[in-house]
């Protein structure tokens, strides 16, 4: 099989503290050679750094994201910068907008996000964007900010929706909800969405296939979702591995 990208796993959460290196060995033998790994807040920084650093395949992307806005402080954004440039990872993120969960200020959310989007299009990155009930408002925001690229990752919109990212050079990143057939509106879009706007991912320790429900999710549950995703496009799943392998590759420049 061709080897896989898990384009969004949070392999520093503290879900895998007690067994991350067995985790990581799953990956390898179901395929799964390199995970892009987002961080959430200042606070996780340097462990995401150090676990990176220190496993091969781990790509790291610096960020702050919409649901601990508690944790978050405007200094928290200068920091940013500052690990933007001495680390520079594969992308700013995870960013974006949550308007689902009940107490997060709108107002701040959308400060933050703004931020973070000039952030990575001064240092010429992409972005890893969360939107939750906001797709519309995270697009329009991505389209005033001159980014050049990026993933809406865990993507759960309509067509349309789909296509004005598209329209601004954004993939989509799709996981363990494509897997459960109750989510026709995304097994639509992703049955004939243009190849090279697709990627896939897990979310680990979250959102696992329908088969796991209820369970960790791990990045070896990716092939889980590649079946899935080459079944609805009526391909092979080495076809499907190679075309968003390479997407992962040229989207966060990592080495073929």
Known sequence: ?????????????????????????????????RQIVPAIARSGFAKLRDLCAGTAGLF???????????EHRPAHLDELATWIAS??????????????????????????????L?????????VIVHARRALDEVTAAIRRSGVRAGVVHSFSGSR??????????????????VTHERAKRLRGVVADMPIEFL?????????PPARHRGRRNEPALLVEVLDVVARLRGAEPDAIAAATTA????LFGLPA
């Not at 067994?19 to 395929?31: F, H, P, Q, T």
């Not at 610096?62 to 806005?69: D, I, S, T, V, Y």
């Open 199 to 207: 990627l896939l991912e897990t979310d680990a320790p979250d959102q």
């Open 87 to 116: 680390e520079r990872p594969v992308a700013v993120g995870e960013c974006g907008l949550d308007f689902f969960v009940d107490g997060l200020d709108a107002e701040a959310q959308r400060q933050y996000f703004d931020a973070q």
């Open 160 to 177: 349309q929706q789909a296509e004005a990212l598209w329209k601004l050079g954004f993939s989509l990143g799709i996981g363990g909800p």
């Open 118 to 126: 000039k952030l990575a299009r001064d240092a010429d990155l992409p």
């Open 247 to 250: 997407n992962a590759e040229r």
């Open 1 to 33: 099989m061709v080897e896989l990208v898990d384009t969004h796993c949070h392999l520093d959460a503290a879900e895998f503290d007690a067994d991350r290196d067995a985790v990581i060995e799953r990956a390898l033998k179901a395929g799964v050679a």
């Open 60 to 70: 790291p992307a610096w960020g702050l994201h919409p649901m601990f806005l508690a």
